[in-house]
């Protein structure tokens, strides 16, 4: 043998030691799950890749029967369908002389031409056999016939025979589109079928395969489990019968491998846990003994408690106080059960280290609590019934003096029969504002005096004096009713009552029921005294004038700023009242922002007539308060006596018709009574009430105004105004009711039932047709127009495109900002916004700027003078361009001739709205009207309709 050779024996052990630490590994729980998942991964990968491989070839196959055969017969199709394109207009082209459209034709061709020419390419390329190819081709053929007979047709002069060319080449062209699609369909029928056939085998050996994957999976699972499962069962059952204090239990062998290591390893534990609690538990009796023999004789009550609240010693004495029989066994016991006493329950609160308990026999108990190391506790308890009832007794005595005297309203002094305080209490040092330590018992009558005079510089009687009555009135403002009462024994008690915020709620009340709350200024009741004054001085020749003013926009400054603002306001109009009278006179508030003035000694209307000047100027300054800036007006109605009247009642009605009348004039300014004004008041009443009843009895009706479109040359909408048909005035116009339904808040049902009629009235004439209705401000301000125009539009079923409100420019004047949001609200419901009556007010444009309306309406007096050399014609014709600009429509108004009409047709006015189409007319007319307005305005006899 050569040096360098191996012997057999090494060689051999080289290649065996891999094998014999790979069958090591495998042994080993991780090697077995190891090949198990191997396994597994293998058979998920067979079944995998046989998938893929079906569903690849089901592709290829599906790809051939749309991307071929289905484009193929879309593009034929479409070539056909250009071919019918081309037919049609050719014979438009033969229907035609208009060389223009000629050309157009013949280009339409060339087009549609050359689609079928790609649209046929594209569906050659994509058949599937030679017959369909051959169909197309055939079909290509015929129509280029077709197209060479078409061009020649208009060569000859004896056409009929080409006709027939051209007919049979198209007849020809058609069979062979038909042909081709039938072709390529029947080729798409048959690769569907042969797709068909191979997703069954597929599916058929991609179910086989799972089957066979199925129970090898099943039989690795069965493999683990038996090797793996059960051993690990086994461990776990040991562990838990060693944690729950079961050391008593066999444990099984287990194998070589990790499961068989931690069973020897439980086996070791158990027998190292058993020999130490043995040891443990014959240490603690002992332990134990020897504690109770030296507890038992103490007088003391002691537990010990463990962490857990488990009582671990008592003494006897311990078992007395917890209730328990002598002999029963307490050890173990919880305190937290639910059956523990109340000492118990004592013991086992967190604050009770130092505490006192009372047991249910009526005992007291004294507990002390110390820690122990290993959380628990020891606890002490004593006996102290006889010291508890004791004290007890002391404290009640003490309590029922305290509780008598404290709780008393007045304050009190007890002094003996030397003169010496013995009892004072809490109130009496409140009063005087002394301290308690400044009182102490002993003190002498006197001493007890010159300290209350030294605090407030109040008198107290003589202790001799006998018993005695009165009030004394403090340095501080305050009041005290005092009493003196001599007692038996020769003693002296004195009391002392603050009634000082009972006379002032005395005087509160009293300048209350005369005097405004608000302002201080006096009330109603107090006003109508200061007249039955005067009135009784009028025998001496002293007439006076009564004046009621009334704020103008005061409800404005409320519902925009707030309460708070308007109190503040009606204080501070209040204050320049006063400034504005002398102080012989008398100004009230009689209610809300009413308020009213005597002015006596009055010898002329001018020196009324002055003060209210006087009054208007000064009050319509405006006023600054917390940081808004506020302008109100006030208007003042104001009479005279003994001439208009002689009676207080008399004096303030005839007042307040002439401040009626001063609102009804235009606000701020003043007027004197006259005797007609009352007859004109008692018809406005009779009106407001006519109104009322009117409504209800359906006396409103609705005509309606034509809207003429200049553009499509017809009428394009109405706008619809209420009429009142009185039972004894007859068709009242609403300029007279109007403005008094506003007032009296009748306009917020009334506009209701104008939305609902017109809506329902609309939705009988043709479609296109709108109808426009006019929305007061109240509405605005009541803000319930959103709800009226929801409720008209569900109720009418009426298109809202087809509702059209007008408003003008003083609903934006009243709050801008909520005035903005109620449009934006009716805006997105769909209904259009007009603004009427453009050009008269003095922010329209900024209007225009912030609400983006859908027409503006010039209005009448602008159109009214647009046939005369003024600036009116220049004004319509920058509001037409305005609306242009702005994307709006516009609308002039008041048309009444033919110029008129015309000159705003050429202007560019989109509609036009006048006597020239018609007055307003029932809802009857309404067909008329648009019949004979359907055609071309005539110059003569539609201008005199």
Request: hydrophobic share 45%; proline share 3%.
């Amino acid at each position: 043998m050569k040096f360098n050779e191996r012997p057999p024996s090494a060689a051999v052990s080289a290649w065996r030691r891999p094998i014999e630490m790979a069958k090591a590994r495998l042994g080993t729980i991780r090697g077995r799950i190891l090949v198990a998942f191997l396994i597994m991964s293998a058979i998920t990968a067979t079944l995998g890749l046989s998938a893929a491989s079906s569903i690849r070839r089901a592709d290829e196959l599906v790809s051939q029967t749309f991307d071929r055969s289905l484009m193929s017969i879309n593009y034929a199709r479409a070539a056909a369908t250009d071919f019918a394109a081309m037919r049609a207009t050719d014979a438009r082209r033969w229907m035609t002389a208009d060389p223009l459209l000629q050309a157009q034709l013949d280009e339409r061709l060339a087009t549609l031409q050359h689609a079928l020419s790609e649209d046929l390419e594209i569906a050659v390329e994509r058949a599937q056999s030679q017959r369909a190819t051959r169909a197309a081709r055939a079909a290509e053929k015929a129509v280029a016939e077709w197209t060479a007979t078409r061009r020649r047709l208009s060569e000859r002069s004896v056409q009929d025979l080409a006709w027939a060319e051209l007919d049979g080449a198209a007849a020809a062209a058609e069979e062979n589109f038909e042909l081709f699609i039938n072709y390529t369909a029947g080729d798409g029928f048959i690769y569907r079928q042969q797709a068909r056939e191979v997703v069954a085998r597929e599916t058929r050996i991609n179910l086989l395969g799972t089957l066979l994957a199925v129970l090898l999976l099943a039989t690795v699972a069965f493999y683990l489990a038996r090797r793996i499962m059960t051993p690990l069962a086994e461990a776990s059952k040991v562990a838990s019968q060693i944690a729950a204090g079961d050391l008593s239990g066999n444990i099984p062998p287990g194998s070589a491998d990790e499961v068989g290591a931690l069973l020897a390893s439980m086996g070791v534990m158990r027998d190292n846990i058993r020999d130490a609690m043995e040891q443990e538990v014959a240490q603690r009796v002992t332990a134990e003994a020897q504690l109770a023999d030296a507890l038992e004789t103490s007088r003391e009550g002691i537990v010990v408690v463990d962490a857990e609240g488990r009582i671990t010693l008592t003494n006897s004495q311990a078992d007395d106080y917890l209730g328990l029989q002598s002999g029963t066994r307490t050890r173990g016991a919880s305190l937290t059960a639910p059956d523990a006493g109340c000492l118990a329950q004592a013991l086992v609160r967190p604050d009770a280290d130092r505490s006192e308990q009372r047991l249910d026999d009526g005992r007291w108990l004294r507990i002390s609590r110390s820690r122990t190391q290993s959380g628990g506790f020891i606890a002490v308890c004593s006996d102290i019934t006889v010291l508890k009832e004791q004290k007890a007794d002391l404290e009640s005595t003490n309590l029922r003096l305290d509780t008598a005297l404290d709780n008393m309203s007045q304050g009190l002094c007890l002094f003996d029969g030397a003169g010496r305080l013995t009892v004072v209490n809490r109130r009496y040092c409140e009063i005087f504002e002394l301290s308690p330590d400044a009182l102490p018992l002993g003190m002498s009558y006197r001493a007890v005096a010159s300290l209350g005079t030294l605090a407030h510089e109040h008198q107290m009687p003589e202790r001799d004096a006998g018993a005695s009555n009165g009030f004394q009135h403090l340095s501080n403002g305050r009041v005290i009713a005092v009493s003196h009462k001599p007692v038996a024994g020769g003693g002296l008690v004195a009391t002392y009552e603050d009634v000082t915020e009972r006379r002032q709620a005395d005087a509160r009340i009293a300048f209350m029921a005369r005097h405004d709350v608000l302002t201080g200024l006096p009330n109603r009741a107090m006003f109508g005294e200061r007249i039955e004054e005067a009135l009784a001085h009028l025998g001496r020749g002293t007439p006076f004038a009564v004046l009621c003013l009334d704020l103008d926009r005061f409800k404005e400054v409320n519902d925009t700023l707030g309460h708070p603002v308007g109190d503040d306001l009606l204080r501070a109009v209040a204050d320049r009242l006063r400034a504005c009278v002398r102080e012989i006179d008398t100004v009230a508030r009689l209610g809300g922002d009413e308020f009213a003035v005597i002015l006596v000694d009055v010898d002329s209307p001018e020196q009324a007539a002055i003060l209210a000047r006087r009054i208007i100027e000064i009050v319509s300054e405006p006023y600054d308060l917390d940081g808004h800036d506020v302008a109100v007006g006030v208007s003042i109605g104001i009479c005279f006596a003994p001439g208009d009247g002689i009676l207080c009642d008399k004096l303030l009605k005839n007042a307040d018709v002439a401040l009626y009348r001063a609102k009804a004039d235009g606000r701020g300014i003043w007027r004197f009574f006259e005797a007609d004004m009352d007859v004109q008041l008692q018809a406005r009443r009779v009106l407001e009430v006519d109104l009322r009843e009117a409504l209800a009895n359906n006396e409103f009706e609705l005509h309606y105004q034509p809207i003429y479109d200049f553009r499509a040359r017809r009428v394009g909408g109405f706008e619809a105004l209420v009429r009142w048909r009185h039972p004894k005035r007859g068709l009242v116009p609403p300029g007279e009711f109007i403005a008094v339904a506003e007032e009296i808040g009748l306009i917020v049902p009334l506009g209701a039932w104008c939305l609902k009629t017109a809506c329902a009235e609309a939705m009988r004439w043709p479609d296109g047709i709108k109808v426009a209705v006019n929305v007061s401000a109240v509405q605005f301000r009541d803000e319930i127009v959103v709800g009226s125009v929801r409720d008209a539009l569900a109720e009418s079923r009426l298109p809202p495109a087809r509702l059209e409100l007008e408003i003008t420019e003083s609903v934006l004047l009243k709050d801008n900002v909520a005035t903005l949001a109620t449009l934006h609200a009716m805006k997105r419901l769909g209904v259009r916004i007009a603004m009427d009556d453009f050009g008269t007010g003095y922010s329209s444009l900024s209007y225009l700027r912030s609400f983006p309306f859908d027409k503006i309406k010039i209005d009448q007096s602008f159109v009214r003078d647009i046939t005369v050399k003024s600036d009116s014609g220049l004004i319509v014709r920058a509001v037409i361009g305005l609306g242009l600009s702005l994307g709006m429509r516009t609308t002039g108004e008041g048309i009444e001739t033919e110029v008129q009409f015309e000159k705003l047709r050429l202007e560019g006015c989109d509609e036009g709205q006048g006597y020239y189409f018609s007055k307003p007319a029932p809802a009857a007319m309404v067909p008329e009207m648009i019949a004979r307005w359907a055609d071309p305005p005539r110059k003569s006899s539609q201008s005199a309709a």
